[in-house]
Nanobody, 122 residues
């Protein structure tokens, strides 16, 4: 089991910025490949994939956040970030960090953080 701990959420005014962090605990095995994802979920909608960072460094974003959010990684700190700017009220949600990890036998494992609340409101 790998622990993921998110931080950085809070209340921000429309147009503001926040940076979410996801600190990863130690892996019990050496990953062959891994993707990092940020999801969000509010009370009305299903969980939405917001951003992905692959092992090769490729990033993808939901259309709703393109040009405003950036996912990145600092391997020296075992931390993945989601930089959010030009925030809108509709960005309000609980944001969850997820990693999908593959071992050398192509077995995939999903790990989740508990989430951090982001509220965009004036």
């Amino acid at each position: 089991q790998v622990q993921l701990v998110e931080s950085g959420g809070g209340l921000v005014q429309p147009g503001g910025s926040l940076r979410l962090s996801c600190l990863a605990g130690a892996f019990t095995f050496r990953p062959y490949a891994m993707n990092w994802n940020w999801y969000r979920q509010d009370q009305e909608n299903e969980r939405e994939l917001v951003a992905t960072l692959t092992s090769s460094g490729r990033t993808t974003y939901a259309d709703s956040v393109k040009g405003r959010f950036t996912i990145s990684e600092d391997k020296t700190k075992s931390t993945v970030y989601l930089q959010m700017s030009s925030l809108k009220p509709e960005d309000t949600a609980v944001y969850h960090c997820n990693t999908r990890v593959w071992d050398s036998h192509s077995n995939a494992y999903d790990y989740w953080g508990r989430g951090t609340q982001v509220t965009v409101s004036s």
